[in-house]
Each structure stands twice: as C-alpha cells, then as structure tokens.
C-alpha cells in the first residue's frame, strides 16, 4: 500500500467501491487492477471500451499575448501554425536538449491553449513554465480537474450513449464541450479514444452513466501501462528523461522541419548539435525470444557479448501475445530485425529490434 | 497420508514420504495478477531456506519464489512452461511449481497449518 504523504484521487471512493487495488506512482495512490485483471482489462479496452482515470496527470491553461512566444520558447514548437482545436505532441527541453518532459498541446483560441503534463513532472513543469512566464504577459494556470480517459473502439459509441457527441472531434483535436470541460480525440493506448478534464460534481455524473454500459470497465494503471507499451508510447521517467533528447528519443517527428531548422527553442543549439552528430544510442521496440518478459533496467549485448544499450519498459503484450519492451541500443544496431541479447537474472535472452507498434495504431484521422 | 504446511511468505507445501509439492497460494495468486512467465528450476538442483527457486512473472512484475525448507529439486511443473495461467486457475492444484526432497523433516515444525495460515492472511 502507499504511504500517508501519497496523493488520493478525487474518486477514490468510486475506485475503492469498484474493488480497484491500489499502488504508489508519481506520488499517487493509484488504482493499479480492478477485479477483473490486468489481462482482461488490456484486451477489454481493445475490444470495447477502458474507463481510466488519469487524475494525477495536470492540466494547465496557458492564455493571454505571450502564450506564443512562451510556448515556442518552452518547447520545439510552432504553435502558432496549430490551427483552432489542433493538439500536438511536443516537449519541455532543457538547454542540453534533454527532454523534462512530454505534453499535449492543444490551442483552443488565437493565445489561449491547454497543457497536458505527467503526473511525475507537473509540478517542476509548473515552476519551469511559470520562471519563463515571467518575461512575458502570459497566465499559467493549473486547472483543478477530474481527468478520465474512455478508450477503446466503442468508447465514442458509449460518449454518445452517455450524452456526449464525439462526431465532428477527429484524433488529435481538442474541444471545450461544455462549461470547465475540456476533452481531446487522444490517448495513451494505441486506440481510438479520448481524454476529458471535467469538474468534479460532472465526473461523477459521467463516471456514473459510463459504467451502466456494458461496454465500459474500469482499467488500471498495470493495463495502461501494458497498452501504452504495445503501441510504441513512452513513459517519461522510464523511457525519455532529462539525459535523453528527441533525436535519440526517435521523435524528431514531433518536431515540425521549420522549427527544427530555424526555431529558438530552449535546447535548440544542443539539439541541432546532436541531430549533425548523430545519436550515440537510439530508442528501439524490442521483442524478447519466447515467453519470458525482459524489463526495464535489463543490460542489452551484442551478438559478441558487447554492452549495446539497456531496456527502459519492458513486460507482456496481452495483445500482442508475446512479451514487449522498449529500450536503447547502439545506432548502429537500431534496425529492425537485428539480433541482440538481454541479460536477465544472469541468462542472456535473444532479442530482435522490432519495428513499434506492436500493435496497430487505430486512430480516427478522418 | 499427505500433510499441508504454509509459509509466511505465501507458499503451500504438500508432504508426503520425504517429497514436498511446493507451490503458491490463493491469497499469493490474486496479489500477484496474472502471470505470463514461471522460470522453473532444473532437476537435481539443491537449495537452501530461503534460495530463490521460481521466478513468477506477472504482466507487470517478476517476483521470487523462495525454497520454504532446505532440500532438492526433483520435478518442476513443465506444463506452467506452456500455460503459466494455471497458477492463477489452480494455484494449490495444477497450479504447482516443484517437488523436493527435504534434506530435514525438522525444518516442517516451523510452518504454519491452514488455521494458523488463514489467521495469518486475514
């Protein structure tokens, strides 16, 4: 059980009376399983729809004339060119390069936008934000929340059931449906989904009408964790830390070519330096030989026995079948299908680089 | 006829003519979750109170198994080679996952029955 210095979920009594098991994450009493189990809670929210609630992440309401140039400072961002309602994954870089953490963005007016920060890190991206705020006549506000994410193919069909149309929000959109609600087509699971920031008193009605659908179960952080593995997506702490930079991170992606070549984002000088060198080691999908999982902190070798690089997630793929992870190899190794080994508990476990997802993506782009 | 014993740390053990079938219990299974992965030990394999003798893998986490008594490995339930889940379905039955030879009987005296156990969980 957590310690008496943990945070509680404003829901908790929701969780508890759900027969939720709770565990200590970023400082949280967190639901980690509920009765059902952290295998049939992956495969429900694959299959129909996974209620998660992600209260401990944070929400924060960037607005006013500086909320562009603070923004594009704070992060390797353009978020000028995001249209109304756009979100974009970017990042909180120090001046190394190294990322302090990933946030969606999402803008919702012409200087008005909405952060979405991890639960470990928002309140030194509190800080971060607020010291750079200070140049500029821009507000920063944390926005005390109820955070749900409903995932899953059906999710939108049990929004609807439940009064909420979904329609005309595509993936990586955002909207403010009703009053003090904010909710985007996103998630952290691969799946079609969303996440909505909600007063309190309106959770409870929503949880409330969610949960008389069959179709929606209550998902844990183990589930959430192995859903989020299987689709490729990082943990910040585990998988990106302030020592990683994107170009190692592979999300080079998530940063447009103009901002890239000529943004003056914090970081901009040693992130240019290390896209020119290279990265040294490079963020790979790797899948274990067999059924044995190879986690996080697992050393990786060459086929000559050479250090090339450790695990940063690992465990099983319920969907996937097959054990999962992520981790950092050498560059050169970094292709799909190269042969490497983990060392667990002193026996080296054959691992191929594997190209990620492990399982599809089933975003509604359109 | 067969004498069960616990362990604090969760472990049953049926012992019958100087062999222990060692497994985990009900109230181990559930904290665990469900498991994906059980290293099993290899025969012949002599271990001390208290020396790791399975690894139990679950979603999430690995956890040890630990010999309850000192003794050696004479089978491991290879069936939770192909289907861990059995630990979760049966975790006393089919469930199990080694027998051993007990080096010394003594070493029983200091387990639990099942009352003492269930006080123990409760």
Known sequence: MTGDD??????????????????????????????????????????????????HMKLFEVSGPGALPLLNLACPLDAGALGISQSKLTFLLNEA????????????????????ANAGNAIADEKHLRALAADFDVKVEPLDRVFLAIQGPEAWAA?????????????????????????????????????????????????????????????????????????GLCLHGQDLTPETDPAAAALMWAIPRDV?????????????????????????????????????????????????GHVTSGGFGPSAGHPVAMGYVAAALAK??????????????????????????????G | MATTYFTSDHEWLRVEGGIATV??????????????????????KKLTKGDTAVVVESVKAASDVYAPVDGEITEANS???????????????????????????????????????KAHIA
């Open chain 1, 6 to 55: 943990s945070k509680h979920l404003p829901l908790e009594d929701i969780h508890a009376a759900a027969g939720a098991r709770f565990g200590a994450f970023a400082g949280w009493s967190m639901p980690l399983t509920y009765p059902a189990g952290v295998m049939k809670e992956h495969l429900h929210t694959r299959e129909h729809a996974g209620l998660f609630d992600i209260s």
């Open chain 1, 97 to 116: 390069g190294g990322i302090l953490d990933d946030l969606i963005v999402t803008r919702l007016g012409d200087d008005r936008f909405i952060v979405v």
């Open chain 1, 159 to 231: 929004l609807s059931r439940a009064g909420i149309e979904t329609g005309s929000l595509l993936f990586m959109r955002g909207a403010e449906p009703r009053k003090n609600w904010f909710m985007s087509r996103s998630g952290y699971t691969g799946e079609d989904g969303f996440e909505i920031g909600l007063p309190e008193a309106d959770a409870r009605d929503l949880v409330a009408k969610l949960r008389e659908d069959e179709r929606v179960l209550w998902i844990g952080l183990a589930a959430r964790d192995s859903l989020r593995l299987e689709a």
């Open chain 1, 260 to 308: 890239r070549a000529s943004g003056t984002f914090i970081g901009a000088d040693a992130l240019r330096a290390a896209v020119e060198r290279g990265p040294a080691q490079k963020r790979v999908g790797l899948k274990p030989e067999g059924r044995q999982p190879v986690r996080a902190g697992a050393a990786l070798f060459d086929a000559d026995g050479n250090p090339a």
């Open chain 1, 336 to 365: 799909p299908g190269t042969r490497i080994f983990a060392d667990v508990r002193g026996a080296r476990i054959p691992v191929d680089i594997s190209s990620l997802p492990f399982t599809p993506h089933r975003y509604r782009k």
């Open chain 2, 23 to 44: 497994g985990i219990t009900d109230y181990a299974q559930e904290q665990l979750g469900d498991l994906v992965f059980v290293e099993l030990p290899e025969t012949g």
């Open chain 2, 79 to 117: 069936t939770l080679s192909s289907d861990p889940s059995l630990v979760n379905s049966a975790a006393t039955g089919a469930g199990w996952l080694w027998k051993m030879k007990l080096a010394d009987e003594g070493q029983l005296a200091g387990l639990m029955d099942e009352a003492a156990y």
